[in-house]
Each structure stands twice: as C-alpha cells, then as structure tokens.
C-alpha cells in the first residue's frame, strides 16, 4: 500500500533552536518528494522537490535529505523563527500507468509551534 | 500576481442542495487538481485533469464531478452534497506533473449541514 507516515505529529521549539522532521515512504514507483509548508487557514507552499537521484536541497534555512534506499527524508530547519509555525507535509510522487502523470500521495504532516 | 483562486471561501449549505466551488488559475498550467483536507487526514485528491477537456479519479471522486472546458478554470460539483463531505477544499495547478511544484489556492471550508 502507498503510505506516507510523517513524525513527530507535533513539535514545540523555543526561536532560534533548530529541528529535523521525519517522513518515511513505502510509494512506488518513485518519482519525487516534496515537503510544503502550510500555514494555518492557507494552502500549501513548495519548500524543495527532490528526484531519486538527489540526496539533499536546501531552500534558505530549510534543508531536504532524501535515502531513496531506506525510503526515508527528513527536513532540517535552522535557527527557527516565529513565523516557522506551520504544519509541514512531506508528498511522495508514483508514475501513473500509461504514463498518465503522477499519483501524490501526502503525508499527514508535523506541526510545529515556535515559542518566543 | 500569478495566483490561484478560489471562491468562496467559506460555505455552509444543507444537505442535496447541488454547489459549485470555482477555481481559477492565471500562469497557463496544463495540469489542475482537487483536494480535499481533513483533520487527521493527509490532502487526498478528488479529480485531476492534465489539459482541457481531460479529466479523471483520484483517490476520493465519489460524490463530486468536475469540468475543464478551458484552460485556467476547474470547478468543483457537489451535485448532492452530503455532510461526510464537510471537509477544507484546495484546488492546486502546475505546469506540468512530473517535477513540477504545486500552486495551491487558499482553500474553501464547506460545511454541509
């Protein structure tokens, strides 16, 4: 079955710590993996994309990892800021048969609060 | 601003009275897709479509249909809304749907009552 499970569900941090979420994956074929960011009330927003062949993507204080063996990607946020608050999503992308495009599939996201 | 909107926002409506939720994006994107979000619950896709006139199923399509007769519009149909589909609404597009990245709209809370 095609699953994305993310960890921790929440996380609190004090501003200015960093922190690492978790996304485990058992969808295939692969095709990429995305992490967003969705602030509470709005849409999600793209933070990296990465293909198998991509270990690591860094957008500003956000770095990606990725082990396509071990179907595992964490996001490393540095010096956390307030406005870090959100929920994050990590999406795992599969080929459609007939090379009809791409099935996602998301995770259920870790929420994180940063306290001043 | 390149953008994605949807309308309205908020919606409360009362059992078998049919809805319309729009969407519209101004970038161009070929591909267009609906999502549905609900606590505890990852996104999970209504209806997608690659191009005009080219629909089809996502993981949860029953209940809802949808139409892309042009390019930058993909409205979603609740013909006979039921309250299981209270949920928050996205509609999201991107250029293409291999390693493109998704534009997502602010989303539309629907309660069905």
């Known amino acids: 079955k095609n699953q994305v499970e993310q960890s921790p569900q929440s996380l609190i941090i004090l501003e200015g710590k960093n922190c690492t979420l978790q996304c485990n994956y058992t969808v295939s074929p692969f095709s990429n993996l995305r992490w967003y960011k969705q602030d509470t009330g709005r849409g999600p927003v793209s933070l990296t994309i990465?293909?198998?062949?991509?270990n690591t993507k860094s957008n500003g204080r956000y770095t990606a990892t990725l082990d396509a063996d071990t179907k595992q990607s964490s996001l490393h946020i540095t010096a956390s800021q307030l406005s870090d608050s959100a929920s994050y999503i990590c999406v795992v992308s599969r080929n459609r048969r007939n090379n009809a495009g791409n099935m996602l599939t998301f995770g259920g996201g870790t929420r994180l609060m940063v306290k001043p | 601003e390149a953008q994605v909107t949807q309308n309205p926002r908020y919606l409360i409506t009362v059992t078998g009275k049919k809805l319309t939720v729009t969407c519209s994006q101004n970038?161009?994107?070929?591909?267009m897709s609906w999502y549905r979000q609900d606590p505890g619950l990852g996104l999970r896709q209504i209806y997608y479509s690659m191009n005009v006139e080219v629909t089809d199923k996502g993981d949860v399509p029953e209940g809802y249909k949808v139409s892309r007769k042009e390019k930058r519009n993909f409205p979603l149909i609740l013909e006979s809304p039921s309250p299981n589909q209270t949920s928050l609404y996205f509609c999201?597009?991107?250029?293409?749907?291999?390693?493109?990245?998704?534009?997502f709209g602010s989303g539309t809370q629907l309660s069905v009552l």
């Open positions: 990465m293909t198998f062949s991509e």
């Open positions: 970038m161009n994107h070929e591909y």
């Open positions: 999201a597009s991107s250029p293409a749907t291999t390693n493109e990245k998704l534009f």
